[in-house]
């Protein structure tokens, strides 16, 4: 969950989007090897791992969500997901071939045949292939659930499927100075030993973030029903969606912020 509701003192005045230190631990210092050959625990090769098995992940929640595209677009949701527009290589269209022969037909030399090239693509600007039912089957095969049950774990599914499928060792892709947890091992204990430390408790509300260790939203409200006009217009369930001051308060009472797109849920 992205959102939810905290219910503090009514003076309370920790800063908006400022971390609350209670939720830092920071006594544990960084690896020795980080930025060197530890990243946030992992190697460059585990990091590599992650960013494909991401995409992979969203092109099948991409190809699950195909029936309800035009329904996304009328709310604002950009589809197919802009990071497979931007892929370079991702597949797409050919020209066709009578296109391809009015480029052959333009003449010999290079320059005319290339402006010639590029009137045709201009035209007929290449498209991304269709994210099609066989993708769904692909991905959620890697996945081990159907993409609509998994959530945010498909991507972590599947980086475990291409470990088991390549028989790599335990402990693939884990820094070894320390041990995959991020940290100086020498300053370990001490940071375990550290106790979270939350805000205090109080009579009024109040929307924290929690995509971070955890800080504020929004100011501090006397009641519910304040607190959730004022996040109807300033805050949103996920990304930049938004939900009326209604749905923020079956949310919140509920502990179950998220924005819902055809199969998929976000939250």
Known sequence: MGRELKRVPLNF??????????????????CPEEGRTCFNGSTAAAKWLEAVSGLIALIGEEAASAPYAEEMKRRGRIWPHPYLEEWGTAPRTEMSREANKRVQDSGTNWQTRASQFYIERAADPPKLLPLTPELIELVSGLAGSPLESTGGNNSYRIEEAIRKAAGVAEGWGRCPACEGHGDDPEKREVAEAWVRTSPPRGEGFQLWTTTSEGAPKSPVFATLDELCTWCETNATTFASFKATAAEWKKMLEEDNVHHSEGPNVFC
């Open 13 to 30: 005045d920790w800063p908006i989007d400022k971390l609350w230190p209670g939720y830092v631990n920071n006594l544990g210092g960084p």
